[in-house]
């Protein structure tokens, strides 16, 4: 399986774990057989995108673990799990190694156009 490692974000055999998740640093673990669904989005240069939120959530569904260097990616990817409404955003350093990583997980990754439509 392809590994992905970045300073908040470790895709491994097991599933993903996000670093500064929960306040004050807590990691969530993620088991790859939890994830319903998996998105790539596009963050664009606007401010509805979710690019500038850098911790947290504005709607109570989407959630962002930690990450002060968001504003300046380009893209998310919105994780879906099973038996759970809501979502986890999260924006990896290197956005194509990581979905290399997740689908050798056996994970596909879908285009999404807006993040918060559900």
């Not at 599933?15 to 319903?36: E, H, M, N, Q």
């Not at 998310?76 to 955003?89: A, E, G, L, N, P």
Request: proline fraction near 7%; hydrophobic fraction near 35%; charged fraction near 30%.
């Amino acid at each position: 399986m392809a590994r992905y490692h970045d300073p908040r974000i470790d895709a491994d055999e097991r599933g993903l774990s996000l670093r500064w998740y929960y306040f004050p640093f807590g990691t969530k673990r993620i088991r790859w057989d939890r994830v319903a669904e998996m998105q790539r989005h596009d963050m664009g240069d606007g401010i509805g995108g979710g690019r500038w939120r850098i911790w947290g959530s504005g709607d109570l569904l989407h959630w962002m673990p930690l990450d002060v260097r968001r504003p300046s990616k380009r893209w998310m990817f919105i994780i879906r799990q099973k038996d759970s409404r809501s979502r986890v955003c999260i924006t990896p350093d290197d956005p194509d190694a990581f979905e290399a990583a997740v689908n050798a997980a056996g994970i596909e990754v879908r285009p999404m156009s807006d993040p918060y439509v559900d």
